[in-house]
């Protein structure tokens, strides 16, 4: 038979997700015109014709990023079309178009299907979007969503991660953490649940947290308002990961360095509550709990007066020289490194 | 905790994968001017500008769709770009761009992964395609690869499956039935193995078969030969789950019939002696077998001077009335009606 002669054996969680991308990648050429930006954005670039096309793909396993034990199957279809966008708002693009393929076993009837395309349709329809393909198999163990997006922007319009600028000011959107925490609360019900399965559990306290994991919303709204504003990020990035390594990716992407205000963080009361209880802190959640799907860009100064007030935009820091680094500032006005603690799915 | 309270259990084998998709989709509406084609062919088409993009994404699952215990990494690579640039060419379109998704287990070392995508490279190279982007995560089990390719095409240059006419001419590219004597011979092969580790198998003679199923090529060729003679098909698809189903679903999509002529059906040497070997009939491989990755077109019969005699190109049959059904003409001169016997993966 033919047999693999290669007895070199790194274990893939020698790397981080990205650094095995980058690993990957690093030979890929670029041959098109058409090619504007591949690999390293949320979205690649693709100019065909008078428009820029946006392209990114994204891939949910079960037991990795979800657990079907409290994510129903219609929340999870949605979810799965909601991460997908975000990344190409996040190049300040109009998502038009998906594909969506599923390899599902045969432990799903095809009511559960059913119902994970239910969700699906319900996020075409809520964003505005058409799904034109995909395809559709058996697994032998679990269920997989592979989800491909399209937008389309203006030429020169798509804002990429990798344009920001020294003195720029760092805006986020919405609020930070209660993805996380929504989980934290969750794996602590499904032990509960474990242990008594006729508890029944009061989570009315926890609504916010728990629908911004389970049913996440992208930020299509954003990249209106900042039409409506006549505001054009100096660079924008999605935060799936958490901030604090969406804000490294940018900085790396930019070649400059940040200062990151701690007390400007956008926090909901409920996400506070919840670390009080859970004992976390929530800095360190915001940093690097993940999942939020807000916009992290970037603005010169001089937009400083359009945006300022705006409930939708924390202004929570600026970025500075390369060489300056990139730093938490703390409540006690302490500089701390900020390092990615990201999801890094092979550990 | 949050339960799927339906009670019904309908079994996803109970569909095809065709019809399950059909089922799915069956309500997804389409709201953009943009998408021109969505779900129903070998890919979508959109059209932004001056140009009309088409998309195609395909997922292979270890253990569904490929056996590492006989397929090379690399191999794979190659092969998961190829399938789905088949999709693209099916459209009479010049591929450009793809993303590559893969879910991998930690039983993968680094070094297996890099060999996966050097077959990914070098279809990149050979075919002159850009690799713009792609998600890497862990898989709880095996390898799952996505593939989404993309292609251009002048704006009513592309080609669909549901626009062929009675009358026209239907034409295959290469021969048939290749790829699926190579997989019983490396299926043999693997029991043998199971048997008796060390036994040395000498596969020269099935080389040719053998490549087909673990280093198939796609027919970007064809897409510049027809360019060449001047001939735009009436319909295209290409033949991954047997020329059976495609003629099927071509018919189906164009609401006509076809005579298909089993002495037409072109067919290498190697095939016909593997199928005597294993005592198979190869009309029946050739109908069912899948995996050529060969183009099935149609053409007017006013192009018949311009294809007649090309090497690359069979004409294998014709189309006919919708109501006179779908038939395969046999040497004997009988007709039988044509039903698809793909891969149905859900069985």
Known sequence: MIEDKNQQRTPLSTLGEFALIDHLTKNFEISHTSTVKGIGDDAAILDFGDKSIVVTTDLLVENVHFDLSYMPLKHLGYKAVVVNLSDVYAMNAEATQITVSIAVSNRFPLEAVEELYAGIETAAKIYGIDVVGGDTTSSTTGLLISVTAIGQV?????????????????????????????????????????????????????????????KPEARKDIVKLLKDLDVKPTSMIDISDGLS?????????????????????????????????????????????????????????????????????SIIGHLVEESAGVHLVTRANTKIELKAQGWKTFD
Chains 1, 2 share one sequence.
Do not use: W
């Open 154 to 214: 203006q030429k020169d319009e798509a804002v990429r991660r990798d344009t920001a600028k020294v003195g720029d000011l760092l805006v986020v959107t919405g609020d930070l953490g209660a993805a996380y925490m929504g989980l934290q609360v969750l794996e602590r019900e499904k032990e509960v649940y474990k242990v008594n399965p006729n508890s029944q559990p009061d989570l009315e306290a926890y609504t916010y947290i728990i629908e911004r994991q389970l």
């Open 245 to 313: 390594s969406e804000i490294l990716h940018l900085c790396k992407g930019s070649k400059v360095g940040c200062d990151l205000y701690e007390d400007k963080i956008p926090l909901d009361p409920t996400v506070i509550t919840v670390c009080e209880e859970f004992n976390i802190d929530s800095t360190t959640v915001a940093l690097n709990g993940g999942e939020d799907y807000e916009l992290l860009f970037t603005v010169s100064q001089a937009d400083f007066p359009k945006i300022k007030a705006n409930p939708h935009l």
